[in-house]
């Protein structure tokens, strides 16, 4: 049985939606805790309502980023993470909290990467005229949006987008993709070689823990 720690900063839909497949599809996994950096973060209240422990590590009581980043490690790590996923965690993090989470942590980008790092990305698929956008589940690296991509979903642009209607199209996949590609680690049917996921078939014998 793996453990999972979400890591959330709001609306905590891609929570919400890793939390839902994990259930009904009986994952050989637990999620262990939803932790956020925002007290005031909606997501919270559909995982304490589930009965999944929650955690709150206000980034503003920190004077700095590797304070706030040491603190969220040791909150993570009470609760011995296979998998950290970040789903709608909006912080840049420091290199040594990623190198000691290296290999064993997801985060959801909305956008085709590695077009679109960084924020705005709907807007800026709308400005370059893309005909097509999407979302992307990938391994954490220290340079931001980079590291090694696991799986992408992609949606058409549509003539008369806005922010708004492009980004719900994209949710609606990110809710599908993120699961998805949670599982696959659950598995243990990710490898990285030479900066690159290869996707294994056929997942190896369970183990129990
Ligand atoms: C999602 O669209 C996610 O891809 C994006 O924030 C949203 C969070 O929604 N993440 C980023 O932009 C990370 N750079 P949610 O809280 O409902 O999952």
Known sequence: MKNIVILISGRGSNMEAVVRAAEMDAWPAR??????????????EFAQARGIPTAVVANKQY??????????QETIDRFAPDLVV??????????PFVEHYAGRMLNIHPSLLPLFPGLGTHQGALDAGATEHGA???????????????AQARVPVLPGDTEDTLSARVLVEEHK?????VRLFIEDRLSIEHGEVRILHGAPAETTS
Do not use: C, Q, W
Request: cysteine-free.
């Open 136 to 150: 992307t589940v990938h391994f954490v690296t220290a340079e931001l949006d980079h590291g090694p991509i696991v």
């Open 86 to 95: 970040l789903a709608g965690f909006m912080r840049i993090l420091t290199a």
């Open 63 to 72: 004077a700095t980023r590797a304070e706030f980043d040491a603190a969220l």
């Open 177 to 181: 993709l993120y699961p998805h590609a």
């Open 31 to 44: 999620i262990a805790a939803v932790i956020s950096n925002k007290p005031e973060a909606k997501g919270l």
